[in-house]
């Protein structure tokens, strides 16, 4: 579970800077129109591994509607999955510019600079999405941060971040699994036992889940519980490198 989950996650589902749109003309009405439609395909082909047609498809969307916001952000993620980080930043720095309230728009950018290591101003982007009060999904926003601060060995940040995660939305998996982790960092070994119990009771555990679980047993002495963990590991995952990382003492 990465940061850039929660990045491609979030525009699947919450594009949102729509609603802070002024009334337009008819023609310009229509300009968004073909500019929607250019972005929809833009995101299929995206989709489709097809990222030469992805791009042209984006670049046409902003010819028709250089102000429209998805159009914006979708190319600038394509951007940084072609390793074209300036123009990546040139893209979603604009998309905050043509919204600088919306919760998505602001949560996206926050995710690219804490990916480009800008901590402070990754930071600042989080902070203004979760200030907005339509942003849906403010957990999605938090995770992020707390993700960013945990990569940079942050580690009260992170927890605080997580902890109003899970407050916001009790079943969000990533928070849960990180604060688990921040926990285990920190010997709180009981309360990251809790916290994993509840990421794995929205489903099926990962590699990096079970590995946790093993190392929180083998943390509080309970040999039998963190063997399970590890046969678990070893039949799902055998070939993960998380599987290597189990003591070769481990019973199988």
Same mark, same amino acid.
């Given at each position: 579970m990465r940061l850039k989950? =929660? +990045?491609a996650l979030l525009l699947i589902l919450a594009f949102s800077a729509g609603a802070y749109a002024a009334p337009r003309s008819k023609s310009s009405e229509k300009a968004r129109n073909a500019a929607e439609v250019h972005v929809a395909l833009g995101q299929r082909y995206m989709q *489709?591994? !097809?990222l030469e047609l992805a791009l042209e498809k984006l670049q046409k969307a902003l010819k028709f509607d250089s102000s429209y916001v998805d159009a914006h952000t979708v190319i600038a993620v394509l951007? &940084? !999955?072609i390793n @074209? *980080?300036?123009q990546a930043a040139e893209h979603y720095r604009r998309a905050v $510019? +043509? =919204?600088p309230r919306n919760g998505a728009v602001n949560n996206n950018y926050g995710a690219f600079l804490c990916r480009a290591g800008k +901590? @402070? $101003?990754a930071s600042q982007r989080f902070a203004a999405a979760v200030a907005d009060p339509f942003y849906q999904t403010p957990d999605m926003a938090y995770t992020n941060s707390g993700t960013c601060f945990q990569q940079a060995e942050k580690l009260e940040r992170a927890e605080q971040d997580f902890r109003k995660a899970v407050e916001l939305n009790p079943n969000n998996s990533e928070a849960l699994f990180h604060l688990a982790g921040v926990l285990f960092r920190k010997n709180d070994f009981l309360r990251a036992r809790a916290f994993l119990q509840r990421f794995e009771a929205l489903g099926t555990p990962s590699a990096d889940s079970l590995l946790l679980g093993f190392n929180i047993e083998t943390s509080l002495g309970n040999a !039998? &519980? =963190?063997n399970e963990y590890a046969r678990r590991l070893r039949s799902e995952f055998p070939e993960s490198p998380q599987r290597q990382k189990l003591e070769p003492s481990t019973p199988s």
């Open positions: 989950h =929660a +990045l *489709q591994g !097809r951007y &940084e !999955r @074209d *980080q300036k $510019e +043509l =919204a +901590l @402070d $101003e !039998r &519980e =963190a």
